[in-house]
């Protein structure tokens, strides 16, 4: 926290610290999600954060929103805000379709309408918890957001490497729910680039959780009768993940304001590829600097860990991205090339 | 440790426009070669039209001649300078380091004296430091100023000194109360300004990796330094000196050294031949680029803000040194020619120099390992353990 934070990042922060509470995150990973932390959220009318009023929603700005998911990120919390407000949430609200009481979570992919049906097989976040599956569907009168009820699907239970609840979801479903044209600058690619930013947001929090934790267990714990903070080759894991918060913190408020402007292409797609490095740089080094500790489930690092490397692979890993930025450059040539790396 | 995102102003981004608009019709028609960062030539010329702008001594005081710019703004001139390989290796140390120094610890006689030319680009210089047994524990520094009559004499030998053999005048950072009369070894030391034109004065190129001749060892044989050279205070040197590394530091000499090998590269593709390995490779690259650009940016706004960003100055320094030369060899894992120490084309010229030379970023201005622990030191534990 830091003395700049808004009043939404201080209260998500205080409702956190308050129900996040060891057990309340290992009962998470029984039940595929962190219901106290959902309820509470809930009750502070957090969970449609971002979207406008007139639809639902709670009002709010994206970088709302945005402090809402790096707070999260912090705890390792796993519920479907991201799924429900920036998400699914924000489809149905930019199709004017009503937003459905409770979690909503949202196919990551386009769907084809072929005979008035749309069929398909996909890993969904939190299916099982879902009062909507929101999807864009491509037909042949352009694109349009769609409502799939959850009870119309098949689920085969799974879950991330954190715990979280990742259903695979089976459908052939006659398309008779709430439906309605995307409006420009909705698309699956759009939705894709939102997703990227909720999970690099997700993980900007993570990493500074990381980061504060590999320092204040290095200055606790003594080895050769020294916290083990004063040797050398533990102060350069301390550095690695002091630099991959600091990195992924700044990209990631970044490409939240640029997303307020814009598509935010340049923006998401170069804090995706930092994230997806921070979870295999920063997570290497916090590891090697707690030890033997962090590799315990009574040590909350295995919390943070396990979530940067759940999250790194939704919604593009790094090199689907690099490349998107490479034809960035490529299309801008020499002369443009600077120009993208400064944003004018 | 703490990283506010910024972005440029309005104001900003058209001052980018006015030295981009400069730069393009001044390096179109230069008959001197872009180089890489501040390792670029040596154009007197070139630094004084510049400072006809205003951009040099941007940020120092108007009345000696600068022009109370902010950080950031210096920021947006020296990121175009050095991204477009200028020749700014006369002017540079003076511009980035020395000015700031004598604004902030020099007499009044000594702004008036060096920083109208500084600002006018006239002025060159030199850092004093490292010497051949005190390279990161600079403390340990033995080239020594005893009081002489109006002045100090100073003895001693400074190495891996850039321009040297023909920059104007040198920093040097000695010893002026023994070793054996202070407890912390940390004090005793005094920063003189000497005119390396002076008696007593030797300086010799030491050829460096790649040929070249900039680096020197400098050979002070009992040189008298009037009192009047003296900056600050006698026996604060090492404090002075510290105090200015943050403007050292995390600037953006600091990760584009090597851009213009990247820009170049881009230059030679044609698009058929655009592979997904180039694709890759290149988009990672503007992925460290935009960040590395906001983090620098973000300890310029900083200062600005009257913060002081030290810790995080070294951290963005370490971070992007590895990336300067990390992307030399993601370039080099794109081309299928080996690269010719003779060649006279810009982009092998160029990726030629920058793997040569490559090591060098990770030590010059403070060594890596240094860094990390200055990093670390500055990583303590919250107070309010989550």
Redesign the interface.
Known sequence: M?P?DSLVARTIDRLL?DCCTPEALERAEVEGWCAPVWDRLVTADFTHISLPEESGGSGGSLGDAADVLKALG?YAASVPFAETALLGGWLLARADLTLPGGPITVVPELLRLQANRIAGRTRLAWGARAQAIVAIVDTTDGLIVALIDPSDVTMEPGSNLAGEARETVGFDVALTGARHAAPVGVDIGSLQRRGALSRVLLMAGAAE?M???T??YT??RHQFGQPI?RF?AV??H??TV??CA??L???A??AV?ALERGPAE??I???K??ADEVAVVGTRAAHQAHGAMGMTREYPLHRLSRALWSWRHEYGH??S??????????AA??DG??P????? | MHFEATELTDGERALQREVRAFLAAELGEATVQPGLGFNSAKDPAFSRRLAARGWVGMALPRAYGGHDRSAVDRFVVVEELLRWGAPIGHHWVADRQIGPQIARYGTEAQKQRFLPDICGGELSFSIGMSEPDSGSDLASLVTKATPADGGWTISGTKVWTTGAHVHDWIVVLCRTTPREEVTDRRSGLSQMLVDLKAPGVRARPIPFIDGTADFCEVVFDETFVPDDQVLGEVGAGWTQNASELVYERGGPDRFLSTYLVVEQFLRECSSETVTDAARETIGHALAQYWVLHALSLSLARAIDDGRLPTTEAALVKELGTRFEQDVVNSILSLIDFEPDLTASGLFERLLVTATLTAPSFTIRGGTNEVLRSIVAKGLRPQVEPR
Do not use: C, P
Not at chain 1, 321 to 330: E, K, Q
């Open positions: 830091s700049t610290a912090r959780a980061s504060d934790l320092v204040r200055h606790e903070a050398q102060q350069q301390l550095v002091a630099q600091a990195k913190s700044v990209a408020d970044l304001r340049l923006e797609a170069a804090a590829v930092i790094a090199r991205w690099s490349r998107r930025l490479g034809d960035l450059a490529f040539g020499a090339l600077f993208l790396v400064t944003g004018s």
